[in-house]
């Protein structure tokens, strides 16, 4: 009943969601590392597929930026500086494995409760996709929440931008698209820029409430 | 297309972005600061000029009567700013704590952030507007980072990953609002320009707006440090140099709130759509009252201050949230009000922080005894800021207040149950601050007063006469903002 085009393009967004998942329990920071790859591949991929059957071509500049820049750049950079940092261990998690599966479940079922509904009038490809979109953004935040180290707190705010990235190239027509994601391109070569200049996770590691109240600054001095 | 109001336009983002390459060049620190004071200045002058000329809307740019006044006060603060700036580093470079190559740094960000707020209070493009906070964010972050202690890195750190968070929040949003349009306008630049998008709103399908609104009010909400999304907000007040804490304060959180207005815009523009009025007085109401208990038991003089900016920023998302022509043009006044004070009371507070070397309220105690001028120049921002006549801040809260007891008497209760705390944790401070037994050293510092006794004597004299033209001015803003 759909047509091919939007075959395509659902197994490729919601392959995105799937790896998505795939990232929330990866508790090894080289593994994480390559799970992101292969969402900025699938990224690459979702964002050509529109390209092509939107006849959009400045969408190509985006995908060639999503597979150069995030599926092989920066993973290889983010790669050395763990490398030469040394803290190539596991990830302290706040919450256990079980729990947050089961978290990055209900939040992709509360996307598409969300989403659904509210575009009831654009077409099946717009909505499936802007659905699959909000679900990746939505399990990139339970990253970012559930993670201490700065490089997998990193690691959860790309993957959230490439659902946002996903959910621009899913709309039809809109401009700024390449704007946008050169925009979200500097500030994840600034934030890997900053970890490594700073070697910010180091005061990431612990968390006891002693330095924490260091942070807020309120017990200092 | 009007030729002079154009000129001023592109004299806006232009003076400042090449302003901020030449400042990357150049290592003379002192001719920097110069440098730095005269390029606000000029964009000062071109802002004022738009009130005379304007020109038409674009897809890219728009001036109308609401952001003009913005971009006026936006480049008068920059620029009073500036000046403060230069004396402020002179001695910052004097004590080590920045070297010339951070100073270099420092002021080609300074003209970055300026042409950032100018583009993103001048886009006529919900995308371009993004960009542009974005861009305003990247910047900030880098210079509150500046000082390279642990402190200072830990909140811009945090800064960057909340503010990150909130920009992607908001790029949702304009996403939604995007797709949302385009069925009625057409894909391409005229689904995203403000002047089409308010024009043909009610045409747009309500649900999505609405789900778009949230996202908006979530995202662009984290940059004007609405309780709870702001906890970046004190931390990057007080760890960055303190003329970065009056740009913060005084600038940047208006440009965010200035996004949330115009997306409150485009849903009151729609009949369909989800009231946006009570969303924004809950979050109002809630920065008002935990900021207002949070006031009490600082003891960082520049966290204080910080947490009374998410105050007024409540104050004046709440009476926007409240809407019609009183509420709505109590909240206009607030934000000039407040833009104005709290730069000049971190003016007095740089200066304070520099005589006596540290940044506890316990260690600057009896100021008005050993320096006098900033003393009483921190006195008087602070019965502003408090909200006593006479005052322009009372004003504007008083009209906040009678326009909620007219209509939700339960609700003023509350807003002013919040006033009045925080009119009592500033005061307590102040004794100390101000009266307290003189504490740290008493030596004489060099300073320029003129900025900070500048803006109070402007927000004195809006407490005591308003021009007849600015309040209908002001008046037909209001009534637009619905």
């Given at each position: 009943?759909?047509?091919?085009?939007?075959?395509?393009a659902?197994l490729?967004?919601?392959?995105?969601?799937?790896?998505?998942?795939?990232?929330?329990?990866?508790?090894?920071?080289?593994?994480?590392?390559?799970?992101?790859a292969?969402?900025?591949?699938?990224?690459?991929?979702?964002?050509?597929?529109?390209?092509?059957?939107?006849?959009?071509?400045?969408?190509?500049?985006?995908?060639?930026i999503?597979?150069?820049?995030?599926?092989?750049?920066?993973?290889?950079?983010?790669?050395?500086?763990?490398?030469?940092?040394?803290?190539?261990?596991?990830?302290?998690?706040?919450?256990?494995?079980?729990?947050?599966?089961?978290?990055?479940?209900?939040?992709?079922?509360?996307?598409?409760?969300?989403?659904?509904?509210?575009?009831?009038?654009?077409?099946?490809?717009?909505?499936?996709?802007?659905?699959?979109a909000?679900?990746v953004?939505?399990?990139?935040?339970?990253?970012?929440?559930?993670?201490?180290?700065?490089?997998?707190?990193?690691?959860?705010?790309?993957?959230?931008?490439?659902?946002l990235?996903?959910?621009?190239?899913?709309?039809r027509?809109?401009?700024?698209?390449?704007?946008i994601?050169?925009?979200?391109?500097v500030?994840?070569?600034?934030?890997v820029?900053?970890?490594?200049?700073?070697?910010?996770q180091?005061?990431?590691?612990?968390?006891?409430?002693?330095?924490?109240?260091?942070?807020?600054?309120?017990?200092q001095? | 297309?009007n030729?002079?109001?154009?000129?001023?336009v592109?004299a806006?983002?232009?003076?400042?972005?090449?302003?901020?390459?030449?400042?990357g060049?150049?290592?003379s620190?002192?001719?920097?600061?110069?440098?730095?004071?005269?390029?606000?200045l000029?964009?000062?002058?071109a802002?004022?000029?738009?009130?005379?000329?304007?020109p038409?809307?674009?897809?890219?740019?728009?001036?109308?009567?609401?952001?003009?006044y913005l971009?006026v006060?936006?480049?008068l603060v920059?620029?009073?700013?500036?000046?403060?700036?230069a004396?402020?580093?002179?001695?910052?470079?004097a004590?080590g704590?920045?070297?010339?190559?951070?100073?270099?740094?420092?002021?080609?960000?300074?003209?970055?952030?300026?042409?950032?707020?100018?583009?993103?209070?001048?886009?006529?493009?919900i995308g371009?507007?993004?960009?542009a906070?974005e861009?305003?964010?990247?910047?900030?972050?880098?210079?509150?980072?500046?000082?390279?202690?642990?402190?200072?890195?830990?909140?811009?750190?945090?800064y960057?990953?909340?503010?990150?968070?909130?920009?992607?929040?908001?790029?949702?949003?304009?996403?939604?609002?995007?797709?949302?349009?385009?069925?009625?306008?057409?894909?391409?630049?005229?689904?995203?320009?403000?002047?089409?998008?308010?024009?043909k709103?009610?045409?747009?399908d309500?649900?999505?707006?609405?789900?778009?609104?949230?996202?908006?009010?979530?995202?662009?909400?984290?940059?004007?440090?609405?309780?709870?999304?702001?906890?970046?907000?004190p931390?990057?007040?007080?760890?960055g140099?303190?003329?970065?804490?009056?740009?913060?304060?005084?600038?940047?959180?208006n440009?965010?709130?200035?996004?949330?207005?115009?997306?409150?815009?485009?849903?009151s523009?729609?009949?369909?759509?989800?009231?946006?009025?009570?969303?924004?007085?809950?979050?109002?109401?809630?920065?008002?009252?935990f900021?207002?208990?949070?006031?009490?038991?600082?003891?960082?003089?520049k966290?204080?201050?910080?947490?009374?900016?998410?105050?007024?920023m409540?104050?004046?998302?709440?009476?926007?949230?409240?809407?019609?022509?009183?509420a709505?043009?109590?909240?206009?006044?607030?934000?000039?009000?407040?833009?104005?004070?709290?730069?000049?009371?971190?003016?007095a507070?740089?200066?304070?922080?520099q005589?006596?070397?540290?940044?506890r309220?316990?260690?600057?105690?009896?100021?008005?005894e050993?320096?006098p001028?900033l003393?009483?120049?921190?006195?008087?921002?602070v019965?502003?800021?408090?909200?006593?006549?006479?005052?322009?801040i009372?004003?504007s809260?008083?009209?906040?207040?009678?326009?909620?007891?007219?209509?939700?008497p339960?609700?003023?209760?509350?807003?002013?149950?919040?006033?009045?705390?925080?009119?009592?944790?500033?005061l307590?401070?102040?004794?100390?601050?101000?009266?307290?037994?003189?504490?740290?050293?008493?030596?004489?510092?060099?300073?320029?007063y003129l900025p900070m006794?500048?803006?109070?004597?402007?927000?004195l004299?809006?407490?005591?006469?308003?021009?007849?033209?600015?309040?209908?001015?002001?008046?037909?803003v209001a009534?637009?903002?619905?």
């Open positions: 009943m759909h047509s091919l085009a939007f075959d395509i659902h490729l967004a919601g392959g995105m969601v799937v790896v998505s998942l795939l990232l929330l329990y990866q508790d090894r920071l080289y593994a994480l590392l390559n799970v992101y292969l969402h900025a591949l699938l990224l690459a991929l979702a964002v050509s597929w529109q390209a092509y059957i939107q006849h959009a071509a400045h969408l190509y500049v985006t995908a060639a999503a597979l150069v820049f995030k599926a092989i750049l920066i993973p290889t950079v983010l790669h050395r500086i763990i490398q030469r940092l040394g803290i190539h261990r596991t990830i302290e998690q706040v919450v256990g494995v079980g729990l947050n599966m089961l978290a990055g479940v209900a939040l992709v079922a509360l996307a598409i409760l969300v989403m659904l509904p509210v575009t009831a009038t654009a077409t099946a490809l717009v909505r499936e996709d802007l659905a699959f909000l679900a953004v939505l399990l990139g935040l339970l990253i970012m929440i559930t993670r201490r180290n700065a490089v997998s707190q990193v690691v959860g705010f790309m993957s959230l931008e490439n659902g990235i996903l959910a621009a190239a899913g709309a027509g809109m401009p700024l698209v390449v704007e994601s050169i925009a979200f391109s500030l994840i070569a600034l934030i820029i900053g970890i490594f200049l700073f070697r910010i180091e005061r990431f590691d612990t968390v006891e409430m002693q330095m924490l109240d260091t942070f807020r600054g309120e017990r001095r | 297309m030729g002079t109001g154009f000129v001023a592109t806006l983002l232009v003076i400042p972005a090449t302003t901020a390459l030449l400042l060049l150049l290592s620190h002192q001719f920097s600061a110069r440098l730095n004071v005269g390029a606000t000029l964009s000062l002058l802002a004022v000029t738009l009130f005379k000329a304007r038409e809307p674009n897809l890219y740019l728009l001036v109308d009567d609401f952001n003009v971009i006060l936006n480049n920059s620029f009073t700013t500036s000046v403060f700036s004396s402020y580093i002179a001695h910052e470079l004590i704590r920045l070297t010339p190559s951070y100073l270099r740094f420092y002021h080609a960000m300074y003209q970055a952030l300026m042409f950032a707020m100018n583009l993103a209070l001048l886009a006529n493009n371009l507007l993004w960009v906070i861009l305003a964010t990247l910047t900030t972050v880098l210079m509150v980072g500046i000082y390279r202690t642990p402190e200072a890195l830990e909140a811009a750190w945090k960057f990953i909340l503010g990150s968070l909130g920009v992607a929040l908001a790029l949702f949003g304009t996403i939604l609002v995007y797709l949302a349009a385009q069925p009625v306008v057409g894909e391409g630049l005229p689904a995203m320009a403000w002047h089409i998008l308010i024009a709103a009610n045409a747009f309500p649900a999505l707006l609405n789900l778009a609104f949230v996202f908006l009010l979530l995202g662009y909400g984290t940059k004007v440090g609405l309780a709870p999304l702001h906890a970046w907000l931390d990057a007040h007080a760890e140099p303190t003329p970065i804490s009056a740009v913060l304060s005084g600038l940047l959180l440009v965010a709130l200035y996004a949330v207005l115009r997306f409150k815009m485009l849903m523009a729609n009949a369909a759509a989800l009231a946006p009025g009570p969303l924004m007085v809950g979050l109002g109401l809630v920065s008002v009252l900021a207002s208990l949070m006031l009490y038991r600082r003891n960082d003089i966290r204080l201050f910080a947490y009374s900016s998410i105050e007024h409540g104050i004046i998302t709440f009476a926007f949230g409240m809407g019609g022509p009183l709505n043009f109590a909240g206009l006044l607030h934000i000039a009000l407040h833009s104005l004070t709290k730069s000049g009371i971190f003016f507070v740089g200066q304070i922080t005589a006596k070397g540290s940044q309220i316990s260690q600057i105690q009896g100021l008005t050993t320096h001028r003393g009483w120049g921190l006195t008087l921002g019965v502003a800021i408090a909200g006593m006549p006479p005052m322009g009372f004003l809260e008083f009209l906040v207040v009678s326009a909620t007891v007219a209509r939700e339960l609700l003023a209760l509350l807003l002013v149950a919040g006033l009045l705390l925080a009119f009592g944790a500033l307590l401070r102040l004794h100390g601050l101000a009266f307290g037994e003189p504490q740290g050293s008493a030596a004489p510092v060099q300073a320029s006794f500048m803006h109070l004597a402007l927000v004299v809006a407490g005591i006469w308003l021009p007849a033209p600015l309040v209908a001015w002001f008046n037909h009534a637009r903002l619905g």
